[in-house]
């Protein structure tokens, strides 16, 4: 499906089979873009991979254990809702995987431009989640528990991953051909 920004870079082209079914197909007009360091790209994209999948897991293994952390609002609010750019940071590397040598103008701005803000907002809200928990280390050190401490460390490499896939973005570009 393509969205009204990008509905200017299509040409439909109408043809008339043998059969007299009318075809329709999808021409792409728009300006085309390429990978600015293509060797790079390549070995990018698997380490952005492997850094959202090591997210998930930490993600996942933060929130399972028993914790007073996961009953505390302030840090369990930014935690959870870092499932959410962190899910379409995933879905945008694996797009990644899929372009070829020339890619239209919406992949462009899906590697310029939306991986980097989920990137971000992923990097901001495990950053406000990983606040909050030392926050309550300092005000509720008497009541953490062992839970806690896996939330702790968790929370901290969740921190860390996101730090770097955004650190990462630059090394992925796409620039008009």
Request: positive net charge.
């Amino acid at each position: 499906m393509i969205s009204r920004k990008y509905s200017k870079d299509y040409k439909l082209t109408h043809t008339v089979q043998e059969n007299g079914k009318i075809k329709t197909d999808i021409k792409y007009i728009g300006t085309e873009y390429i990978i600015a360091d293509e060797e790079n790209f390549k070995k990018t994209r698997k380490i952005f991979l492997m850094l959202a999948v090591l997210c998930w897991i930490f993600f996942i293994f933060a929130i399972v254990p028993k914790s007073a952390s996961s009953r505390t609002f302030y840090i369990i609010v930014p935690f959870v809702s870092c499932a959410i750019p962190l899910f379409f940071l995933t879905g945008s590397i694996i797009d990644i995987f899929q372009i070829k040598s020339t890619i239209t103008r919406m992949q462009a701005d899906k590697i310029n431009r939306t991986l980097p803000a989920q990137a971000f907002a992923f990097m901001l809200l495990s950053g406000a989640a990983f606040l909050g928990f030392a926050i309550s280390c300092i005000i509720n050190f008497k009541k953490m528990i062992a839970g806690d401490l896996i939330y702790g460390i968790s929370s901290f490499c969740v921190l860390v991953l996101s730090a770097v896939i955004f650190s990462l973005r630059k090394k992925i570009y796409a620039k008009e051909k």
